[in-house]
């Protein structure tokens, strides 16, 4: 009886650790999947992995940061069209900023989990009122800034920081003053540092669709149009390398069509 419990277990084990083998994944296998995923622009899978490696493990930083990027990419690939879309798109955002938020609370030492926050806020915030816009400015510079220190080598924060100083820069100085009266301080930011964040973006990742498709708006925003529409026309004959690229290309197709249209 004892020799037959204790086969009986063996047995059990043996057949418990198959199992295990054959369809307990780890959250590092997760993870690899959803890399996998990630490599083939199929955002949505991507994102299904890395959610099941948070749900194994709740604290591991990587499969949290790479889900607020899912969440995020998905959330900027939408064209809403009607309110529904728009508010599917918002809820995107607000998921990719909660997990972006739960990344920096279990690494608040690494360049990605605040790149996404502030990422994430950022289009967040285009949802909300003007006030909200502006005291959220701030908070979203510092995250980019936070990025950049804790990896000077992260393109995409550079390239964030170009696009917060050119939109700064919109903001004209009466309706700066006006704002402030109303709002609060309102951040400065320049075309001229836009433009250099944007160049320093494509020194670290020369090969990126959306560097250069930002660099010619903000050649735009300073009537360079000769080097905006080099940019816009290196976006074109770049190869791509994200899910995103086919729609910057898109993106600066129109912008060089309007260019011609004005005769510039």
Request: glycine share 6%; hydrophobic share 35%; proline share 2%.
């Amino acid at each position: 009886m004892k020799k037959a419990s204790i086969a009986g277990l063996a047995v059990l084990a043996i057949l418990m650790a198959a199992s295990a083998s054959l369809f307990g994944q780890t959250a590092a296998d997760r993870i690899r999947q959803g890399d996998e995923y990630y490599a083939q622009f199929n955002d949505e899978k991507a994102m299904e992995e890395y959610l099941a490696a948070v749900q194994a493990e709740p604290e591991n930083y990587e499969a949290l940061w790479k889900t607020a990027r899912a969440y995020f990419d998905l959330g900027d690939l939408m064209d809403p069209k009607d309110d529904s879309a728009t508010q599917k798109q918002r809820k995107l955002f607000t998921d990719s900023l909660s997990y972006a938020k739960k990344a920096v609370r279990a690494n608040p030492n690494d360049t990605w989990g605040h790149f996404f926050l502030s990422a994430a806020q950022g289009k967040y915030v285009l949802t909300q009122g003007k006030k909200e816009q502006v005291n959220a400015s701030k908070t979203i510079k510092a995250e980019i800034e936070k990025a950049i220190q804790l990896d000077p080598n992260n393109d995409l924060a550079y390239h964030a920081l170009g696009i917060w100083h050119r939109k700064m820069d919109e903001i004209g100085g009466a309706q700066r003053f006006l704002g402030g009266m109303i709002y609060g301080s309102i951040p400065k930011g320049t075309n001229e540092e836009s433009e250099r964040s944007l160049q320093k973006a494509i020194t670290l990742k020369p090969d990126y669709t959306n560097h250069h498709l930002e660099l010619g708006r903000t050649y735009l925003a300073m009537k360079k149009y000769d080097l905006a529409k080099q940019e816009f026309q290196k976006t074109l004959a770049l190869t791509n390398t994200t899910s995103k690229c086919e729609t910057y290309k898109k993106e600066a197709q129109v912008e060089l069509d309007a260019l011609k249209k004005k005769g510039k």
